[in-house]
């Protein structure tokens, strides 16, 4: 099984909608997870992290955590064509050494915001 | 602005061409990572430095490697680059230590194209 497992699209949605971005891992003692958003040729941005169970919303953008499920999910309210890019799900490799910072990152879905 | 540089932003080096790439950080974070991302895949860590300790991964090629000459500067060295090498290759700083991953800062990438 891949650590960080994402579909990786193209998903595509009409402006105004909800996007719905999903994220599976395996190393059960993962404590930190992030999405980074990645434009076309551009680096990751971090747009969100999440530690405990629950949801936390910034903005548009609620970031929801299962870690009895090992799931975390990203959703973007009131969709914009600004908005299309690859969302990459990254989370922390779960050994408690040197290694802790380290982030494993899903390949990413493609979202494409329709006008 | 606090924030992390990557030169060049686009490389383009022979077959077999030893070739640096570089990256500096006004963050002062006492972690850096390079990553290797090839078109619609998930970035790939190569190795870290914590602090002066440099960190390997197990299955980076020994053709590349890394210097980090002080808090503020890593360098990616590929000694004899070959077609396959072709990637965007990603530098990011992280602040660890303090018990809580706060994910990274990512420079805008080195596109190295290997002809």
């Known amino acids: 099984q891949k650590e960080v497992e994402q579909n990786s699209g193209p998903l595509s949605v009409p402006e105004g909608a909800i996007a719905s971005l999903n994220c599976t891992y395996s190393?059960?003692?993962?404590?930190?997870f992030f999405w980074y958003r990645q434009y076309s040729g551009k680096s990751p941005e971090l747009i969100m992290s999440?530690?405990?169970?629950g949801d936390k919303e910034d903005g548009r953008f609620t970031a929801q955590l299962n870690k009895a499920s090992q799931y975390v999910s990203l959703l973007i309210r009131d969709s914009q064509p600004s908005d299309s890019a690859t969302y990459l799900c990254?989370?922390?490799?779960?050994?408690?050494?040197?290694?802790?910072?380290?982030?494993?990152f899903g390949k990413g879905t493609k979202l494409s915001v329709k006008p | 602005d606090a924030m992390v540089i990557q030169n060049p932003r686009y490389q383009v080096t022979q077959f077999g061409k030893p070739v640096t790439l570089s990256c500096s950080q006004t963050?002062?974070?006492?972690?850096m990572y390079w990553y290797q991302q090839k078109s619609s895949q998930a970035p790939k860590l190569l190795f870290h430095?914590?602090?002066?300790?440099?960190?390997n991964e197990a299955d980076t090629p020994d053709n590349f490697q890394s210097r980090r000459p002080n808090t503020s500067f890593c360098f990616l060295d590929i000694r004899s680059p070959g077609l396959g090498d072709a990637a965007m290759y990603l530098c990011?700083?992280?602040?660890?230590?303090?018990?809580?991953?706060?994910?990274?800062?990512f420079g805008s990438g080195t596109r190295l194209t290997v002809v």
């Open positions: 990011a700083t992280s602040r660890a230590g303090t018990g809580i991953n706060y994910g990274y800062t």
């Open positions: 190393d059960r003692v993962s404590q930190s």
């Open positions: 999440i530690y405990s169970n």
């Open positions: 990254a989370v922390n490799k779960g050994d408690y050494g040197g290694s802790q910072g380290n982030l494993i």
């Open positions: 963050l002062n974070h006492n972690v």
């Open positions: 430095y914590y602090d002066k300790d440099f960190n």
